[in-house]
Structures are given as C-alpha cells and as structure tokens.
C-alpha cells in the first residue's frame, strides 16, 4: 500500500492507474478505523482495480472544538488495518493540504439539512460538503462508499454530488454493530466500559421498537425509543425522529412513505453517538 500526504502525489499516482485502464474507488474517512469502515474499504477494493482511503480529521466539520481536540487519532495503526484489507493507498492530508486557505463555500441542502443532526450541529453538513467535494475533486473516484450509519450524510453527499453535477456514484453501506449491538463508531473508544454497557440500550430500544411496527403508529414507536433512553440516567436524547427515507422529513403515518427511517442522536456522557433503524425500504 502508497501511503502519500500531498494532491500532487496522489494526482501522479492515479494518473498512472487510470492511463492503464484501472477504475479507482474512494473511502472517504476520519480514521481511527474500526470494522464499520474496513467493511466499507474491502468492498471498494472488490469493486474497483484501485482503492483509496483517505484519513484525515475534518476541522471544518466539528462545530464543538472540543470535540475535535478529542476526536481519536492513531495514522500508524490505521495504515497497519487499511494494508490487510488491501487497500491500494492511503491518502493522508494535513489541514494545510486541503485548506491552503479558508474555505469560504456555502453549501445549501434545502429540507435535508434543516432537520436532525443538520439542527443539533449547525454548519456541520457545510464542512462535510466542502472536504468531500475537495477529496472527490482529488481523487475523482468511480465510486465513493459512504457507511449507512451516518444515514442524514449520506443522502447530503448524494444531493452535493447532484448540485456540483460530479460523476462519482455513490454506494451506501450497511451499519456494522459490535456484539452489544451498538453501532460501530470511532466515538465509541471514547467510552468508559460501563457506558460502552448502557449505550448498547440505544440500538437495543431502535430493534425493540422494530417488531412493533405493524401494531404501533410512529408516535407511539417513537415514545416507546423516547421513554426508554431518558429512563437511562448516562444517556442525554438529543433527538429520535422517524421520517421519509428520502425527504428526511417526519412522517405521522407509516403509509407516508414507502422509505421509512427512525435516527436518533445521544449523548452517553460527553461522547455524542448516532445510529438509525429501517422501519420500511423502498429497495
Ligand atoms: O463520515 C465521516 O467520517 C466524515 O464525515 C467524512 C465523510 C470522512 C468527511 O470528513
């Protein structure tokens, strides 16, 4: 595996790929890699000829400093895990790499961004647009694969990629959960043992509430996820939506949507977790 810091370099190296005809997959990531993201890397690299990762921890995304300053990194490891998944390069950028200066672009996702985390993290989505497009500029990949877990980005990406009219597909991947349940997450290193214990309550309540469905009406499932994490005293709701799987938007009946969706953000201790649940898919 290449391990490259520079767009130059990268440039040079893909350049080379595509002259011989190889298609080039990107996983766009933070680091700090668990099983989630390795799932994401191994099916790019059955997908395309040549697969990129890049790890780099977006300043312009965080809107709580604190956050970022914590947010875990450790670069040597993460080459060690992306290597036995065969990943054909790293792509390790430092902030002044991708922001040789301030990246004054305003983004605008209309009803996508004004709900859920798009409320809770003001300009978050704005920095999320901003590196991927920059990475999608640098990579211009076939295919980038984006994990279903942050469910509301996903579909942001989707929207940028149309807005900025990029060739890029976009291919969403299915969450991958620790045994507990509990979605998996680089925030989740961040736990203590025994929140790592009641934050599994999160998704435990999300598949619960599943097997309700055909007997309950959304605001019912929704209180039944509501009551159950506020009666956890290490857990802090920050919101449990159940909405349209393509709008984003809350629906009241389930007959409103052939896509539905219930995400759900909270706070377990000062480490802030989301994870999601398909009460009904299109697919
Ligand atoms: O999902 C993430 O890890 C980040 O939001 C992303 C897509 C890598 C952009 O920094």
Request: proline share 4%; charged share 25%.
């Amino acid at each position: 595996m290449q391990v490259v810091k520079t767009k130059n370099q990268l440039r040079t190296i893909l350049d080379a790929e595509r002259s011989k005809g190889c298609s080039v997959g990107l996983v766009p990531t933070m680091g700090a890699l668990h099983r989630g993201h390795i799932s994401l890397v191994e099916r790019c690299v059955q997908e395309n000829d040549f697969s990129v990762c890049s790890v780099f921890v977006n300043p312009t995304q965080f809107n709580d400093k604190d956050d970022l300053i914590k947010y875990p990194r450790r670069p040597e490891k993460d080459a060690e895990v992306l290597q036995k998944a065969g990943c054909s390069l790293l792509f390790m950028p430092d902030e002044q790499e991708m922001y040789p200066e301030k990246d004054t672009r305003l983004f605008y996702f209309g009803p996508l961004e004004e709900v859920m985390e798009g409320v809770y993290r003001k300009g978050h989505f704005n920095g999320v647009a901003q590196i991927v497009s920059k990475l999608f500029e640098a990579v211009q990949p076939g295919k980038a694969y984006f994990g279903q877990k942050d469910f509301q980005q996903l579909l942001i990406v989707r929207k940028m990629v149309e807005q900025l009219n990029m060739k890029v597909q976009i291919v969403s991947c299915p969450i991958v959960r620790e045994e507990s349940g509990l979605a998996m997450s680089s925030r989740n290193e961040l736990l203590t043992a025994e929140q790592k214990r009641k934050a599994a309550l999160i998704s435990k309540y999300l598949f619960e509430s599943l097997t309700f469905v055909s007997k309950k009406r959304p605001a019912e499932i929704k209180e039944f996820v509501v009551n159950g994490v506020n009666a956890e005293p290490m857990l802090r709701l920050d919101y449990f939506e159940i909405v349209n799987g393509t709008t984003l938007q809350s629906i009241q009946e389930w007959t409103d949507s052939a896509c539905v969706v219930g995400c759900i953000a909270v706070y377990c201790g000062s480490v802030r977790l989301i994870d999601n649940i398909v009460y009904k898919n299109a697919d």
